[in-house]
């Protein structure tokens, strides 16, 4: 599959499986930088996006497991000079970890609209957040927040007497081997790095270098790391080097409901059950960026796949999902002209207050047997359908997007469980 995708140009980046301490295979596909002729190697450092989410859940547990911190701490505790007071006394260390928090984020208009290399420190971030109110009652819904983690490294920061950086590199990285991880600039020379591509912003669909996205990685993600270092801190974890047995436990168990099906959110994990098969881990995405780690703790499986393209790991993750789990792929219907018809049209999607950044609407077409689902944001993506209301991500049967209809039998909206740059959102059907 991944010599085939290559050859098509559909996946660049690097891929490794592996049981336990057992290497099943690795390889490196696609290059590196296309304007060098560089190749991708098993060594190759990808952008991991919100994949470093992971490490500072993990710093995290380890300051609680250090009595430092108690995860039901009001922020104001840990983080006393945190700009918003009233905020700092209304949520926890919990719901940070957790999503639940209400927190807004940080990518917005004036984020977009500045050079990367402003970001440079997550304090630099907290004024695109800061002073905003909060979206919902803490503890009472989940939304993905980025600033939330970000605020969570500065909590580590305080605590610790150390930098962020320098945190996870004495506590994290060097402890489990993981030589070529980093949270680098940007524009900082680092050996074996790829460059991403993208073709958001792009008209002609060429692909255009994503260094107008990238700022230094942080506590939120961003920073670069190789599958074989991501093997090593999924072994180090699960070996308890990084955690005790209680908190390790901790880290590797769904909190929080997503509102994707089957899919709960730790503290900086997500917890898949998939065919009664327990999935832990998290992806990473953005302009050329698409990775993502799954530990299977009860079978030892690792699965790692990083990425230097747009939307190049799911059709590969989805495969090995469904064969290690023994997941059938979804039975597709033929899709009548009518039911087909009935679901085309521009969905808006519907965004809690207080949100920056006014989405593209969602554009749906019928495509062969499916529609074609374009989110205005980077490439488009075909769904099939299961039912005439239910259609399933062709390359990703994880994603589902639902039809909703009114009393009269009319299409009024859809609800999506995420995919592409789309998080989970309900979207109202335009006239």
């Known amino acids: 599959m991944l010599t085939e995708m290559s050859a098509a140009d559909t996946f660049s980046g690097a891929a490794l499986l592996a049981k336990r301490d057992d290497l099943l295979f690795e390889g490196a596909y696609g290059y590196a930088d296309h304007s060098m002729f560089v190749k991708n190697t098993i060594d190759t450092k990808f952008n991991i996006g919100s994949m470093g989410k992971m490490f500072t859940g993990v710093a995290i547990l380890q300051l609680a497991q250090a009595g430092k911190l108690s995860l039901n701490d009001h922020l104001i505790k840990d983080l006393p000079n945190y700009p918003n007071r009233q905020i700092a006394s209304a949520i926890t260390i919990r719901q940070l970890l957790t999503h639940t928090s209400g927190l807004s984020d940080f990518f917005g208009p004036q984020f977009v609209a500045s050079n990367m290399s402003r970001w440079n420190s997550l304090e630099s971030l907290l004024p695109l957040f800061v002073k905003a109110p909060l979206l919902f009652a803490p503890g009472t819904k989940w939304q993905y927040s980025n600033a939330g983690f970000i605020v969570l490294g ?11 950086y320098d945190y996870v590199q004495r506590h994290i990285f060097d402890v489990a081997g993981m030589r070529d991880t980093g949270n680098w600039a940007a524009d900082e020379d680092i050996p074996n790095r790829a460059v991403g591509y993208t073709t958001m912003g792009v008209d002609n ?11 230094r990685g942080g506590s939120a993600g961003g920073g670069y790391s190789t599958v074989r270092d991501l093997l090593r801190f999924a072994q180090a974890l699960e070996g308890q080097k990084l955690l005790n047995s209680y ?27 998939v065919n009664g ?9 953005g ?5 993502i780690v799954d530990m299977y703790p009860d079978s030892g499986y690792v699965v790692c796949i990083l990425t230097n393209l747009d939307y190049a790991m799911a059709r590969v993750d989805d495969y090995l999902r469904m064969a290690l789990t023994g997941e059938r792929a979804p039975q597709t219907i033929a899709l009548s002209f009518d039911a087909g018809t009935a679901v085309v049209g521009k969905y808006a999607p519907v965004l809690p207050p207080n949100v920056g950044m ?6 749906v077409t019928i495509e062969g047997n499916g529609v074609r689902v374009d989110p205005g944001i980077g490439p488009a993506f075909h769904f099939v359908p299961v039912s005439v209301t239910e259609f399933v991500d062709a390359e990703d049967s994880s994603h589902h997007i639902t039809f909703l209809k009114d009393a009269n039998r009319h299409v009024t909206s859809l609800k999506t469980t995420g995919f592409g740059p789309v998080p989970p959102i309900t979207a109202t059907k335009q006239p």
């Open 154 to 164: 500065l909590v580590i920061a305080h605590l610790s007497g150390e930098t962020y």
């Open 277 to 285: 098969v327990r999935i832990v881990g998290h992806s990473g995405g």
């Open 358 to 363: 006014k989405p593209p609407p969602i554009i």
């Open 287 to 291: 302009p050329g960026i698409q990775d």
């Open 247 to 273: 908190y390790t436990k901790l880290d590797l168990t769904g909190q929080v409901a997503t509102g994707r099906p089957g899919v709960k959110y730790g503290f900086g994990m997500e917890e898949r059950v």
């Open 205 to 215: 669909g060429q692909r255009k270098s994503n260094i107008f996205f990238l700022q």
